[in-house]
């Protein structure tokens, strides 16, 4: 079983759309989990990070950490075209390093 | 601050020739990671530094991979010989001390081994 699982997408939604994007991890002992965004041919970049559990928002961001279930969200509200994008998240284990899942390509549709 | 900087972006080698990928992290950046992706595994930690010292390289697929870090503003990651196997994005990313978990990436080399 992998660290971290994610839905490989791709997810293709109308402009506007709410979009969800989930993963699941499998070591408990995590405590930072990630959001990147990565655009085609680009490096990642950090979205959001949140600590243990709850919610954070950013904007039309929001990200969610349910520690007793081991799953990890990101809402995207109102998307946009140029949120088009594939998503990785990640989780931060012992000695600073990162755990990617595979990534969601996602597609926002005018 | 002009961000991450690796080079070359692209990379098209034969078979047996020593590759040789370069970074310049942010400066004032403690840690420096070096990750390979691929469409079938993903995006993979190959090692990581901290203060220009080697922390951990269990990433390291195999003792063709070498990377050092000579200085707090350069690193390199040495591929000898290569394989067509080795074809990949190559990415170079930095933290802080104190936000390790916010890792900033470069835009990549984009490697392909013939």
């Known amino acids: 079983q992998k660290e971290v699982e994610q839905d490989p997408g791709p997810l293709s939604v109308p402009e506007g759309a709410i979009v969800s994007l989930n993963c699941t991890y499998s070591?408990?002992?995590?405590?930072?989990f990630m959001w990147y965004r990565q655009y085609s041919r680009k490096g990642p970049e950090l979205l959001m990070y949140?600590?243990?559990?709850g919610n954070k928002e950013d904007g039309r961001f929001t990200a969610q950490v349910d520690k007793s279930s081991k799953y990890i969200s990101l809402f995207i509200r109102d998307s946009q075209p140029s949120d088009s994008a594939t998503y990785l998240c990640?989780?931060?284990?012992?000695?600073?390093?990162?755990?990617f899942g595979t990534g969601t390509q996602l597609k926002v549709e005018l | 601050d002009a961000g991450v900087i690796q080079s070359p972006r692209h990379e098209v080698t034969e078979m047996g020739q020593e590759v040789t990928l370069r970074c310049k992290p942010i400066?004032?950046?403690?840690?420096l990671f070096w990750y390979r992706q691929t469409m079938m595994r993903g995006l993979e930690l190959l090692i990581y530094?901290?203060?220009?010292?080697?922390?951990?390289d269990s990433g390291m697929p195999e003792d063709r991979f070498s990377a050092k870090m000579p200085n707090a503003s350069f690193s390199t990651l040495k591929i000898q010989p290569s394989e067509p196997r080795d074809s990949a994005v190559y990415f170079c990313?930095?933290?802080?001390?104190?936000?390790?978990?916010?890792?900033?990436f470069g835009p990549g080399t984009r490697l392909l081994v013939l």
């Open positions: 990313a930095s933290s802080p001390l104190h936000l390790q978990e916010t890792q900033y």
């Open positions: 530094f901290n203060n220009n010292v080697p922390i951990d």
């Open positions: 949140t600590y243990s559990s």
């Open positions: 070591n408990s002992a995590f405590q930072y």
């Open positions: 400066s004032g950046h403690d840690y």
């Open positions: 990640a989780t931060l284990g012992g000695g600073n390093k990162l755990t």
